[in-house]
């Protein structure tokens, strides 16, 4: 009888993931008698009123507790309504996503300063002609100089995005020029991203700024500092130091493991560690001491977004998204896993310790109790990824348990940067966003939407992103992607060319013609900020319209989990794009506040947040606005152009 109980208690992970070597290992770990994110998602209800943000905790009258039902029938001790609660809430999220964003393109931008001051000797610049375009995009004089003397200029200047105190972040040069007009009519450019989050902090205090729309306010000017500021930084200087991606085949999922071989798993999101971490691992003395032991070698491996950094730039395989980081050590083939910052789980110390895998934590910023922690120094970077290559070597020795590897491994192309559509598109002499645009007016290719975020026990995993990116591919939505979610269409076969068969005909015939997928992977959460700069290209390449909010363009993150997910969104919405979430919405449908960012926004030039679960749904609402925004264009329904046509040819000869 107790049995039996048991058994029904047993999870169906069918109904929490469709990932088959995610479901596989939560099934193993489930039978071994460790549980995951997703057990504890289920043995934990999340709290309705932190769900509605109808909660305030800011000061030590309360914490007090509104009712989401009647959300105005109580104030708060202080007399805080429903509105400055749930803004104030907001806020801090804001700050906090901002805040990771910002201080982790800081790292690359100290990195950048030591190399460029000839300070570091490990990492060194890659791409001279992406630092030329991004320091003359910020209006730095490139021509007939060195590239270290542009270099220098350009830390100089990059290092305002963080510490000016007054006047626009650099790279405000890049925003076309109406979105930038509305911006400053709304006062919302940002000085820089210390001041923002700062402000921000302090007019979320108790007793401060408890006006919803002025709080809003604050909010925008906050999340621009992270996506045309941090995160961009983060973006370019990356580019800049380890290379500018360029699409390349590339593989995802479990089945890249090896059971013959030293397998080490970089987890986290600054790619210094992992570019680190390549060099130890093709040390071929490194591999000599692994082969001694009987290895075949050393296995590197990528998840989240460190991983889809590296997948794209330098096709290293990628085991899985977020929510695949506990099943993955369950195959029992990870030798060692090495994590920075971000997104990672307190959980993995514990589930590392069950199957013997080596967990180290490396950045003095994120430390986790029962993870051994091996410090990264950027000087001498070698020192923290050898070891850890060491320690995985002594694992593969002595692995304590049997080896479960699931055989799935999916193909697909990945490193679609700005630069390169820039060129798959116009060519290496006339590259150009123009044949995109054309297209887009010509209804081949209705609108843009970028798909992005993370993976969420509280939904199936990767189920929304892949059944709204095929719809939107259907209805001709050409769809680029970053983060978690990238990996999500890659394992489900939408990264390849050929899945352009799944598109509408108007897309269809584009990727066939260009020879690219529907679905265009762009990296990482950071490079996010690639999809801000080809919004602002199609503005400026024209017949568009003329501000970011002009554009038949969309924005989804339908799993996301993190704070960080809702900077990205507010950056986005700041900026003018239609951006919808899913999984749960941190306001009060009715309430002034779910209001302003549901509608008022859009009425102030910006764009609009939105929200659905169901996938089917959100692609309705989002084709809906880029219908919308056709409409406006005036560009809804037009016919193909025929741009060479015969008849036409020939009526011009008789002329
Ligand atoms: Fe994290 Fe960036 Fe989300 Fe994935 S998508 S769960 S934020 S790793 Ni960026």
Not at 179 to 202: D, F, Q, S, Y
Not at 312 to 335: K, L, Q, Y
Request: hydrophobic share 40%; net charge neutral.
């Amino acid at each position: 009888m107790m049995a039996e109980e048991k058994v029904k208690k047993q999870m169906d992970f069918r109904e929490v993931s469709t990932c088959e070597a995610t479901i596989q290992m939560l099934q193993k770990a489930a039978s071994e008698g460790f549980e995951t994110a997703f057990q504890r998602a289920a043995d934990m209800k999340a709290c309705p009123i932190g769900a509605d943000s109808a909660c305030c905790k800011h000061c030590f009258m309360g914490p007090c507790r509104l009712n989401p039902k009647d959300p105005y029938a109580k104030v708060g001790v202080c007399g805080a309504t429903i509105d400055t609660i749930a803004a104030r809430n907001f806020a801090r999220m804001v700050a906090s996503g901002c805040a990771a964003h910002t201080d982790h393109g800081m790292s690359m931008l100290d990195l950048f300063r030591e190399v460029v001051h000839g300070k570091i000797s490990d990492y060194q610049i890659k791409d001279e002609e992406k630092l030329r375009n991004v320091a003359a995009s910020i209006d730095i004089e490139v021509v007939g100089r060195e590239t270290m003397e542009i270099a220098k200029d350009l830390y100089q200047e990059l290092e305002r995005t963080y510490t000016q105190v007054e006047g626009e972040i650099p790279f405000a040069k890049r925003v076309p020029a109406k979105t930038l007009e509305t911006w400053r009519k709304l006062g919302i450019v940002p000085r820089g991203a210390m001041r923002e989050i700062m402000e921000i902090m302090h007019r979320s205090h108790m007793g401060v700024d408890q006006d919803y729309e002025n709080i809003v306010k604050q909010c925008s000017r906050t999340a621009l500092a992270d996506g045309w500021g941090g995160s961009m930084v983060a973006t370019e200087i990356s580019d800049i130091l380890f290379g500018t991606p360029k699409p390349l085949v590339a593989g995802v999922n479990m089945g890249f493991l090896k059971e013959e071989a030293v397998n080490i798993i970089v987890h986290g999101h600054e790619p210094n560690l992992f570019e680190s971490m390549i060099a130890s691992a093709n040390d071929p003395a490194n591999i000599e001491k692994a082969k001694a032991i009987g290895a075949a070698g050393i296995n590197l491996l990528g998840m989240c977004c460190s991983g889809a950094e590296v997948l794209g730039r330098h096709g290293v395989p990628h085991a899985g998204n977020f929510m695949s980081t506990e099943a993955v050590i369950a195959t029992g083939a990870v030798d060692a896993m090495a994590v920075d910052v971000q997104c990672i789980m307190q959980a993995l110390a514990k589930m590392s310790e069950c199957y013997g895998t080596k967990f180290f934590t490396t950045n003095p910023r994120a430390k986790i109790h029962g993870a051994m922690h091996i410090e990264f120094h950027e000087h001498t970077p070698r020192a923290c990824t050898d070891k850890v290559v060491e320690m995985a070597i002594e694992r593969f020795q002595n692995r304590p348990g049997r080896v479960v590897i699931p055989q799935r491994r999916d193909m697909g192309i990945h490193g679609f940067s700005h630069e390169y559509v820039n060129y798959m598109l116009g060519g290496s002499f006339r590259g150009s966003y123009k044949p995109l645009n054309d297209n887009i007016i010509n209804g081949r290719i209705r609108g843009v939407a970028g798909v992005v975020g993370c993976t969420n026990p509280r939904v199936r995993q990767d189920y929304v992103h892949v059944e709204l990116v095929k719809e939107l591919i259907r209805n001709n939505v050409l769809v680029v992607q970053t983060g978690c979610s990238q990996i999500a269409l890659a394992k489900a076969g939408l990264c390849k060319p050929d899945a352009a068969v799944l598109a509408g005909d108007g897309l269809r015939e584009v990727c066939e013609t260009v020879g690219m997928p529907p679905v265009l992977s762009l990296g990482s959460c950071v490079d996010n900020t690639r999809i801000l700069i080809a919004c602002a290209e199609m503005v400026r390449v024209g017949g568009l319209g003329e501000s970011i909010a002009d554009l038949p363009v969309a924005g989804a993150a339908p799993e996301y989990m993190s704070e960080k997910a809702i900077s990205i969104g507010q950056y986005f919405v700041a900026s003018g794009v239609y951006t919808i979430f899913g999984v749960t919405f941190p306001t009060i449908e009715g309430t002034k506040f779910h209001n302003l960012l549901f509608n008022g926004l859009e009425e102030l030039g910006c764009g609009k947040w939105d929200f659905a679960v169901e996938p089917h749904e959100m692609a309705r609402k989002m084709i809906a606005h880029i219908d919308k925004k056709r409409e406006a264009l005036g560009i809804m329904g037009k016919k193909e152009r025929k741009l060479f046509s015969m008849e036409d040819r020939r009526a011009m000869d008789a002329m």
